[in-house]
Structure formats: structure tokens, C-alpha cells
């Protein structure tokens, strides 16, 4: 593990580790960039190269070992999704008066921060921002420079505020990472106090150029399939699952063709039949509901005279002529109230869901 193993960028990620060579990594850092551009990736490969305790060159630039304490302690904070998972479910058995004041953090490492939006709003709140407080100008114990890793930048007003004292004043032992799809989201005086880099995500064609040197057991419409699922992503290009995909489209294409009044409800109830509750129902559900929500913006691609940019290339024909039978509005709504169903699975807010009701409740009226 190391900044080989960061595809793409490499003008961004070269200029941060020049930086970093001259000892100066930004006490703000706004890391901009689309979904899957490596935004969180890099943050905490930049915090393990800073605190590295067997710092190593590559291409004549600081790089990260990966083994020291530090390296393996920051690492673990890499799967983001599980960890929040794991912090919203540990919340989710407190009692509740305790509940109100716990705030999702995720520290892996006791000089390495890393602060989620909080759920349900899904918003930075003002008390996550007072932990920052708190702990930024205490010097770091076990690192040589604390890292606080924001990984949205959809804050509550009083804690954008609050964010803004931190950088009018920061402490010179500590870097603040803001993560953002959206500048524009940032406060103007806040954007002004940071610096700024951006990512892009993968052109199609690196991507899949990097998925056929890759991933050797997929033939050339399969890689060209992948590199569209992944939507620029690295790591979810290298990591899909192309079987469980096609299991889950296939399911979520019965949803969509009884909606559309294409299918029979026979088939549509075997179906929701072999979906059950429980924690591995669940993660079932998320990849069905996830497969949905592909065909649906590939829908919305083609109605608004962008087929081009289809994702499910293998199944274009079918899209094109279920494109022609639904509206622009009954797609947006679909897509919003399984985005609903989603985010409450993920907090925990929804264990399970009935999927037939599910069915007949998006069907076009
Ligand atoms: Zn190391």
C-alpha cells in the first residue's frame, strides 16, 4: 500500500506530496471532486505519509509504509461506510437520554479525526464541530501532526460558524481536510481560509484500460460494462462483483417492468418471495434497491436525449423502450423514494422492507 496504488490525479497527488516534502501540508485543505474520485482515500493517505513512522520515498516524493501503528491504526478508518455504520449502530443502543448528545465520529487512531455527516439529516453539526474544538488544540500524542478529515461538506450553519473560528486561529500541530462535491456548499470565508485541490473522476477509457491490466477475468464487453458501473471509481471498479450485479439487476428489472405494467405479478412475487429479513436480507435489498436506482438514471439519460451516457450498455434496447413508457417526473420520484428507502436501511431506521408493497406503490397510476 501506497501512493501507487492512488490511480489517476496524479498532478493533484503529485503537487500535495512535493508539500509535504517541503513540510508544508495546509492546516485547510478543501479536497473537491466527484463522488468515487479518491477524495477520502487521499485525505488519509496523506495523514498516514505525514505520520508514517518509517517514512519511505517513491518517485523521489514522501510516500507511507503501511505497516508502522500509525499507518495500520489510520488505515482502519478506510472502509468509511462501515465504520459509520458501525458508530450509528453503537449510538442506536444507547439509552436515549444518552443518545441526544453522542455525536458519529470515527478515530481509529487517537490523532486522526475523522468527522461523517450525522444522521438523520445527514448534515456537520455543531456538536461534532465543538469535538474539533475540543480536541485540536491539545498537541498530538502519538502523531506527528493531527489530522481532522470532514467528509462533507453540508454543514448546519452554527457549525460551519463555529468551523470558521478554528481556521481563523489554527493550531500549528494540526491539518484540516474538508471533503466537497460542491464548493459552492462551503462558506465563502471559510473557502477562502483553505486551500484547494481538486480530483476528477477517471475518464471511461483510463478506467477501463486499468480494469483490462486489472481485472484479467473480465472479456472486453464485461470491462467496458464495469467501467460505466463504477462511475469513474477506482476501487469500485476493481472490486465489482459483476455476477451479484446482473442477480440483483435481473430482480430489479421485475420491480421496474411491473411498475410499468410490462410484467406479470406472479413473477413479481417469487421474487420478493427470496428477499428475507435479518442482516444478510438486507444487504440483498441495498444491492437490489442500488441496481434500481442504475436502471433509473440510465432512464433518465435516455429521455433527456443523453443515451450515450447509458451505464447498462448490455441493455439498451430494453431501457429504450421502457424509457417510452414512463415520464420524467414518475422516474425523479421513483428514484427519490428509494434514495429514502436506502438511507434508512443504512441508518438502521428501516430493518426491512416489504418489497411487494414496495413494487405496487412505485407502479405508474
Ligand atoms: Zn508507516
Redesign the pocket.
Given at each position: 500500500m501506497g501512493f501507487q496504488d492512488f490511480l489517476g490525479n496524479e498532478t493533484t497527488v503529485r503537487h500535495l506530496r512535493e508539500g509535504i516534502a517541503q513540510g508544508r501540508l495546509p492546516h485547510a485543505l478543501i479536497l473537491a471532486g466527484p463522488r468515487g474520485s479518491g477524495k477520502y482515500t487521499l485525505a488519509l493517505m496523506l495523514a498516514?505519509t505525514v505520520?508514517?513512522?518509517?517514512?519511505?520515498e517513491t518517485d523521489g516524493l514522501p510516500d507511507?509504509?503501511?505497516?508502522?501503528?500509525?499507518?495500520?491504526r489510520i488505515a482502519e478508518s478506510m472502509p468509511l461506510e462501515t465504520r459509520v455504520d458501525e458508530a450509528i449502530a453503537a449510538r442506536e443502543e444507547m439509552r436515549e437520554v444518552d443518545k441526544k448528545d453522542t455525536r458519529i465520529l470515527i478515530q481509529t487512531h487517537p490523532d486522526v479525526l475523522v468527522i461523517p455527516p450525522d444522521p438523520p439529516q445527514l448534515l456537520i453539526k455543531l456538536g461534532q464541530v465543538r469535538t474539533v474544538i475540543r480536541e485540536i488544540y491539545r498537541v498530538p500524542a502519538e502523531a506527528k501532526r493531527a489530522v481532522y478529515i470532514f467528509t462533507s461538506a453540508s454543514f448546519m450553519k452554527e457549525a460551519a460558524n463555529s468551523l470558521l473560528k478554528i481556521l481563523e486561529e489554527p493550531p500549528a500541530h494540526a491539518s484540516i481536510f474538508l471533503l466537497a462535491e460542491n464548493t459552492g456548499e462551503l462558506l465563502p470565508t471559510i473557502r477562502s481560509r483553505a486551500g484547494l485541490a481538486r480530483l476528477g473522476a477517471l475518464p471511461l477509457e483510463q478506467l477501463e484500460e486499468l480494469i483490462a491490466k486489472r481485472r484479467t477475468d473480465l472479456g472486453p464487453a464485461q470491462r467496458q460494462l464495469v467501467a460505466r458501473l463504477a462511475q469513474g471509481a477506482v476501487g469500485a471498479a476493481l472490486g465489482f462483483d459483476l455476477e451479484q450485479y446482473f442477480g440483483h439487476r435481473q430482480d430489479a428489472l421485475i420491480i421496474l417492468r411491473h411498475a410499468t405494467r410490462e410484467a406479470d405479478h406472479s413473477m413479481l412475487f417469487r421474487m420478493t418471495e427470496a428477499y428475507r429479513a435479518g442482516a444478510e436480507g438486507q444487504e440483498k435489498i441495498q444491492g437490489l434497491l442500488g441496481a434500481m436506482i442504475s436502471l433509473l438514471e440510465d432512464l433518465l439519460l435516455i429521455q433527456s436525449g443523453q443515451a450515450a451516457l447509458v451505464r447498462n450498455i448490455d441493455l439498451q434496447s430494453e431501457l429504450n423502450a421502457m424509457a417510452g413508457t414512463v415520464n420524467f417526473e414518475w422516474i425523479e420520484n421513483t428514484a427519490r423514494s428509494i434514495q429514502k428507502v436506502q438511507s434508512g436501511m443504512r441508518r438502521n431506521l428501516l430493518r426491512s422492507l416489504a418489497l411487494d408493497a414496495f413494487a405496487a406503490e412505485i407502479a405508474v397510476r
Open positions: 498516514q505520520n508514517c513512522l518509517n517514512p519511505i507511507f509504509c503501511g505497516t508502522c501503528r500509525n499507518c495500520t
